[in-house]
């Protein structure tokens, strides 16, 4: 049975963790390099991309990170784990991992009175998909590898870039594990 | 595109899981709450320990502040409403802040009343000390429980009386045959349906963080251990001696809760926490958390 990390520094770890379960691989909790290590896939959790970002950096975790995606471990960033990947964001500095080729504007639907639940038109699946948006962010640009699979008003909220796949949206909150089956699929 | 549901006001608390929410008081110090890591900022007039030296009434921020601490940082911003005060929670509905609490640290307005929740697109946190105050404030509409300690005394005790109310009483339900739950909800004087809930799941429907009373990085830790899922931080960090260090350490032993080496590594050095007082020694008058039901 594949194993399939959950970065678990802050956010909403236990959802997915659900949610793999549903999906017939062993989710696990990675904190340290060495549990990072060990597993077949990766997922980055929603959260506040600065906390997870600044917990990675004083722990000793980013540039595991880093290494591990940049060696072909495939990834899924929901929300802040999109953050996360990106190569920058366009307001403001925060730790980021840059291994996504994508600029994210962060809050950028506004604040939590503009956080709304949609359903959506996803490339390379049949059916709509009930995508949760919590102060989400928005792709601003994507580089010349980025394939967008989902826009709201022509901004990308879903992407993938080789095994490196990541939405603005929360899959985990919806009970529909179709994405992270997506991610299952690569390994 | 459906706005302010249950499921994304629940949702933010799902996010902040694992995190330390910081009272501020000014921009700076929500930037140094941020740097440190923290999940979000309790945008406030004074810190609880400030609160009971002045005395008097305690009321919602002036929207002035608000706005300057929600400028200054890119995380959520809350704010407090007083219990049963549902003009101020428009108020903060209508500056944007990202959750509302609900709060027994202010002066409450209603004695006998708490805000509609429901009627709002902004969710809500509240506090309670047992299990049927908890499940009274989600049926009101509640998308986020805090356990309440005796917030600005830097004294964990009450705290800790509470969680462990909380969690005993919902171990309790799980145990009990479904004929017995409809009694149960009498005793707890909680709706019904979230007895059943609770009775199914070992679980409150929504997030739990622990409130009042948190000084230290250990204190953090001991509150993640007891089963909450975040912790707030009020007079324990900007009263503390040096509240950079103190943010940042107990940021990370709320992470790393359960790794005692961590914790120790982190509690080193901080300087002086913020000085606690003896619960036996607050009169009636002076203990917060008994207000509200």
């Known amino acids: ?187 | 595109m459906d706005t302010g549901t249950d499921r994304v006001k629940r949702g933010l608390a799902e996010m902040l899981k694992g995190g330390v929410i910081m009272d501020v008081v000014n921009a700076d110090q929500a930037r140094i709450a941020e740097e440190a890591g923290a999940v979000a900022v309790m945008a406030l007039e004074r810190v609880p320990a400030d609160i009971r030296k002045h005395g008097g009434v305690a009321r919602m921020a002036d929207p002035t502040k608000i706005e300057e601490i929600q400028n200054a940082v890119t995380i959520p911003v809350m704010a407090k409403c007083r219990i049963g005060h549902f003009a101020e929670a428009l108020v903060l509905q209508a500056l944007g802040v990202d959750y509302i609490d609900e709060s027994e640290v202010l002066t409450p307005a209603d004695e006998e009343h708490h805000v509609d929740k429901w009627a709002f697109t902004t969710p809500f946190v509240c506090g309670a000390r047992n299990l049927g105050e908890a499940l009274r404030r989600i049926g009101e509409g509640a998308a986020m429980i805090r356990t309440k300690g005796e917030a600005g005394t830097g004294n964990v005790v009450e705290a800790v009386r509470h969680i462990r109310t909380v969690s005993n009483e919902m171990r309790a339900l799980t145990t009990m045959g479904d004929e017995q739950l409809m009694s149960a909800a009498r005793d707890l004087a909680a709706p019904y349906e979230l007895v059943k809930v609770v009775a199914a799941t070992g679980k409150l429907p929504v997030v739990n963080f622990a409130a009042g009373g948190v000084a230290t990085p250990a204190d953090a830790a001991l509150m993640m251990a007891l089963g909450v899922e975040g912790v707030f931080v009020g007079s324990g960090i900007f009263k503390s001696s040096d509240p950079e260090a103190y943010a940042r350490a107990i940021v990370e032993a709320t992470t790393f809760w359960n790794e005692p080496d961590v914790v120790a590594k982190v509690s080193r050095g901080l300087g002086e926490a913020m000085p606690g007082l003896e619960i036996g020694t607050l009169e009636a008058t002076e203990r917060l958390a008994g207000r509200g039901w």
């Open chain 1, 1 to 187: 049975m594949s194993r399939v990390g959950v970065l678990a520094l802050q956010g909403d770890v236990r959802e997915h963790l659900a949610m793999l379960g549903h999906l017939d691989v062993e989710g696990v909790e990675v904190r340290t390099p060495e549990t990072l290590a060990a597993v077949d896939a990766l997922v980055i959790p929603g959260g506040e991309s600065t906390t997870i970002g600044k917990l990675a950096v004083r722990f000793g975790m980013l540039e595991p990170l880093r290494r591990a995606i940049e060696g072909g471990v495939p990834v899924y960033g929901t929300c802040a784990g999109m953050i996360l990947l990106a190569g920058s964001v366009t307001e403001g500095d925060q730790p980021l991992l840059g291994v996504l080729d994508v600029v994210v504007r962060r809050n950028a639907f506004g604040r939590q009175n503009e956080s709304f639940e949609t359903d959506l038109e996803i490339t390379g699946l049949d059916d709509k998909f009930h995508a949760v948006f919590i102060r989400s962010p928005w792709i601003e640009k994507v580089g010349g590898d980025v394939e967008v699979l989902a826009s709201i008003d022509d901004h990308p909220v879903m992407v993938r870039q080789g095994r490196i796949l990541a939405t603005s949206f929360h899959p985990e909150l919806a009970g529909d594990g179709r994405i992270h089956q997506m991610l299952i699929d690569t390994i």
